[in-house]
């Protein structure tokens, strides 16, 4: 057995960059839209965003401060999960900028508004799908001492889905047609879904 590297988080890992995102990788990244109030809206990439289960379908994402996502979201009960693809990686980091609150990072990516059906937040017309969503719950994060942090999960439930039909294949969604895109570690790390390997379940008994 090969003797490994080990640290404990809290005390420093002693390396030259810390390897957590690295490991933890690739994820898959959250493009969210949300509206305030005034109806300005917000689009903005999140790593830490995963499905969590598939009936009901939820997904969440998590922000590190009550940045205006989170904001939006809570205020208005509702978000849109938009897929982030190698197409689009371009305008995917720019509405990463630290923009003040109000500017449409949409429309500063040269992006298209597209409407939903069951929610008031755009979709992002260029995506090849989306997913409407309603929160159902925003939870403040604590450590193992029960030490509130700075960061908030926000949960969704899924209340429709928007596919372009180009990207269908015998009813399959094709993520290596829309050539899906995930963060990785380190600063600028990605990846690209461009092939794919299938492994059966075992059967029980």
Known sequence: MTETHFYEPSRGHRLPHDPFKAIVAPRPIGWISTRDR???????????????????????FSSQGRKDSLRNAEESGEFVANLATRALAEAVNLSSAPVARGVDEMAMAGLTPAPCRLVAAPR??????ALECKVIRVVRLAD?????????????????????????????????MARTIARCGYRGDYAEVDHLFEMVRPQSG
């Open 38 to 60: 005034g109806g300005r809206v917000n689009l903005a990439p999140y790593s830490f965003f995963n499905a969590f289960c598939d009936d009901p379908p939820i997904v969440g």
């Open 124 to 129: 992002v017309g260029e995506s090849p799908a």
């Open 144 to 176: 193992m001492h029960g030490e509130e942090t700075s960061n908030f999960l926000v949960l969704g439930q899924v209340v429709g889905v928007h596919i372009d039909p180009a990207y269908l294949k015998d009813g399959l969604f094709d993520m290596t």
